[in-house]
């Protein structure tokens, strides 16, 4: 199993011979709009490159994408894939949106879905707190993804989520060897975060203590205030450094 950390939360998996891209966000820096936040940094988003060749994420064999704000699924990637690569969504809202842009193969995730020899489960999550999600009813249903090949490390992808009962819920259910957190806590204009951040990466640990964490979503949007180096760091004093990989951008990990 090899991870490589893209940018953001886009990733892509190998495993199997069969290549996994992730929430494409295939546009160049500055190519879309800035997320509204408390944190007063009004730069376009992303604020980076691609660090990893833009061919290299077009010839993938499946994509998940685990909801479609553009972070996640933007307008590069739905251009530039091909129409009839295989999508995995988390709804038929989504499935829609992605059909309309003319890729023939979507499959809404609503049961186990197999491609190509691998298993795909989505999984639960939520954008924000009860409160700010109740506010801004526009952050929308959000999902993760497991994903399971016969002899390859199950990886868990938990999507924009902050830490709660779905995300403790799918480690205890699915109990995998690696878990993928999006740690950049973004901030929203109420000064609350809508993903995980630094400290939620000890809640992960201490509920799964055996499984690997990389820390991704972190350093490419105006809204994200924790850094690869909170992580470390935080990392390193709670005495986990060895559990808890975050990636640069372009960096690949083999498990």
């Known amino acids: 199993m090899k991870i490589t950390q893209v940018r953001n939360a886009t990733i892509l998996l190998e495993a199997g011979g069969q290549r996994v891209l992730v929430d494409p966000m295939l546009g160049a820096k500055g190519s879309f709009g800035s997320a ?27 994509v998940v994408v685990t909801h479609t704000h553009p972070d996640h699924w933007d307008a590069a990637a739905a251009a530039l894939l091909p129409r009839e690569v295989p999508l995995l969504v988390q709804n038929t809202a989504d499935a829609e949106i992605i059909a309309a842009e003319g890729f023939t193969d979507v499959s809404v995730m609503d049961g186990p879905v197999e491609v190509g020899g691998a298993e795909f489960v989505r999984t639960d999550g939520q954008h924000g707190s009860d409160a700010t999600v109740a506010a801004w009813p526009g952050l929308g249903e959000v999902s993760g993804v497991v994903v399971r090949r016969s002899g390859e490390p199950t990886v868990y992808v938990a999507g924009d989520t902050v830490w709660n009962e779905h995300v403790r819920a799918a480690l205890e259910e699915h109990q995998p060897d690696i878990v993928v957190l999006n740690t950049g806590e973004a901030t929203w204009q109420d000064g609350s975060p809508i993903i995980m951040g630094a400290t939620d990466v000890l809640q992960v640990h201490r509920t799964a203590p055996q499984t690997r964490i990389v820390a991704v979503h972190m350093q490419a949007l105006n809204h994200c205030i924790v850094t690869r180096d909170d992580v470390r760091e935080l990392a390193r004093r709670h005495g986990i450094a060895q559990q808890v990989l975050v990636p640069e951008d372009g960096e690949a990990l083999t498990f």
Request: aromatic fraction near 0%; charge should be negative; proline fraction near 11%.
């Open 36 to 62: 509204p936040t408390s944190v007063g940094d009004s730069s376009r988003n992303p604020t980076v490159d691609l660090t990893v060749p833009l061919n290299d994420l077009l010839d993938v064999d499946v």
